[in-house]
């Protein structure tokens, strides 16, 4: 897995980037964990695996 933007995962997930940031609204405590604020535009691997995993996203 590589780190992948925000916008990269909602077009992979089929959504527009304002769906996938009310996706990523739901899981504000895991990002917090993992230093990850709204502003931040490229999501490490890490986040990628557990949101593709959790979204049922195919890269």
Do not use: Q
């Amino acid at each position: 897995m590589k780190s992948y933007s925000k916008i990269e995962l909602a077009r992979a997930a089929g959504v527009s980037g304002e769906t996938f940031r009310r996706w990523l609204r739901t899981d504000a405590a895991f990002l917090r964990a993992n230093h990850i604020t709204p502003k931040t535009k490229l999501l490490p691997p890490h986040v990628v695996r557990y949101l593709c995993e959790k979204y049922d996203i195919e890269l």
